[in-house]
């Protein structure tokens, strides 16, 4: 097949440290245009908006957006509406309403919508699947604690409404857990902590639960220095599952596993590239259901204020 | 056909008030139990548990549950697994997740699940929704302004977290705004109202539009005295739609319409029927999923404390 004419909407760190590189190695796809407020790529035409981009280049078939999800819901019903393919970054809107009524307008104009995921392409996570498809899990833990000054600085619309606070990152590990557990999970439980000078929590414990009552214990935690965590442990009758690095390591039972190196957005393209071949979406909205959940149901308490 | 062996678990003011009558006057149903911690139905054997009910009573075929919603996924969890037929009281769940799970199981038991919304139900809703088809709305606005110390007196689960607050009554307008209008809204910005020693909103201002940038603006407020205020309002170019009490009443430019008499809960179990009859569920989370869109996006201010 000839390639796909792509674009990118939002141009920002992930787009030149992730989704530059992920298309520049996969075949299928030629980078056509940008279109960004503020960023360019070097050799790439580019636009200060998608309609100026998509009334210059029609002949664009399919479009990534990665601008924040506040913005998200416009760029992506202006590009299906004009048939293109659409691949989302996570999270993939600021309201699953929204984000329902896109799926519906990707059945309609039949194109493919594709509401990216990327920690569920982490080495780790499809052995930790087919493991616990085999051996039940009997408790979860899942520690996701980093430093918001070195990962996100001075980031402002993640702590708007809309922007997630420790959520954005957190819905990496929501994403695994939704993933890799054979039962649906659900909260029963959760505090958030809110800063008192933000709109977003800095932290977050949650408590789910599924049919057969397994533990399943969450902290999102965003104040950590030094040591940063990206761990899931999982306990089972056939030995412990210890998952590191947002799925990078794996050891079970202390025993390190062999696993391919990581190649998350590179993953992600592949599989955006079979989904337009074989006329399919996906859209699988269960990590942000799950960070919803917690917003409705959780307890909030107000913590020190943070400043960047 | 014989008529439907009926239990009801969760047995307070809206089963006296609304279930009860609607159950006697559908000649589809026999109530046959209750289960539930503090009442119970005259004539009507009584159990503690839905489980103790469910084993001394195995021919029971359906149940409603009725219950606060912190409590409704583990009775519907047992009544679903045990081959019964369900309908739940509005708001289906604490979380979206656990109702999609009950969904997935009712789908495998190949039973009935009946996720209800009374204020669809209303007289004015299906001609609204006809006349919406036709003519596209220009402007909403809903208010439903009603004081709390009346109609929830002391109701202390309706302020812990699940219990929706003010979105206890509002989810009865999203749920009507859900079922008119011709194509689907969502949130674009909230302001949520938390009194300083409260767990859940005693107000909200909500601010929907659609693909086409149609402005819907929600004010619910749980400290109106005086008129209470449960309207709709839609402008179109065929004139105005002023909904009021609910959906009892409805004018049209001016000009009351004649309705049929208000029977929602009648409906709702001719609806169960009718769904048992043919093999089918209805679980729509749209209502819910403004909710939870709201919590998540909302900002929140802290207002004065609330005291029964």
């Given amino acids: ?18 989704h530059v590189p992920a298309i520049a190695g996969n075949a299928n796809f030629t980078l056509l245009a940008t279109a960004s407020r503020n960023n360019t790529i070097d050799g790439v035409a580019s636009f200060p908006t998608i309609e100026a981009m998509l009334a210059a280049h029609p002949e664009i078939e399919a479009v990534s957006l990665c601008m924040p999800p506040q913005y998200r819901y416009k760029a992506a019903y202006a590009a299906l509406s004009a048939g293109k393919h659409v691949l989302m970054e996570k999270p993939p809107g600021a309201t699953l309403s929204e984000v329902s009524d896109l799926k519906r307008l990707a059945a309609e104009k039949g194109v ?3 509401a990216t995921w990327h920690s569920r ?33 001075n980031q402002d619309w993640i702590w708007q409404p809309g922007g997630l606070g420790v959520f954005d990152p957190g819905i990496n590990a929501l994403s695994i857990m939704t993933e890799i557990l054979p039962r649906a999970v659900f909260l029963r439980a959760a505090e958030l902590s809110f800063p008192e000078n ?13 049919a057969d009552g397994l533990p399943v214990e969450a902290q999102f ?27 990078a390591k794996l050891s079970i039972d202390g025993v390190a ?18 989904l337009i071949q074989n006329g399919k979406s996906d859209v699988d909205l269960s990590p942000l259901r799950q960070i919803a959940d917690a917003f409705m149901l959780g307890k909030r308490q107000v913590v ?3 400043h960047d």
Avoid: C
């Fill in 1 to 18: 097949m000839s390639t796909i004419k792509l674009a990118i909407v939002g141009v920002g760190k992930i787009v030149y440290d992730q």
């Fill in 112 to 114: 493919t919508l594709f």
């Fill in 121 to 153: 392409h982490a080495p780790a996570v499809p052995v930790m699947k087919a493991f616990l498809a085999e051996y039940a899990p009997r408790k979860v833990t899942i520690n996701w604690k980093e430093d918001v000054r070195q990962w996100h600085p």
């Fill in 198 to 210: 933000r709109e977003a929590p800095i932290a977050a414990d949650l408590h789910f639960t599924n």
């Fill in 221 to 247: 935690d965003w104040r950590q220095t030094g040591k940063q965590s990206w761990d899931i442990i999982v306990e089972t009758d056939k030995g412990e599952l210890r998952m590191a690095d947002g799925g």
């Fill in 257 to 274: 596993q062999e696993l391919p190196p990581e190649a998350e957005y590179p993953s992600l393209y592949s599989h955006f590239a079979d």
């Fill in 304 to 306: 020190e204020a943070f």
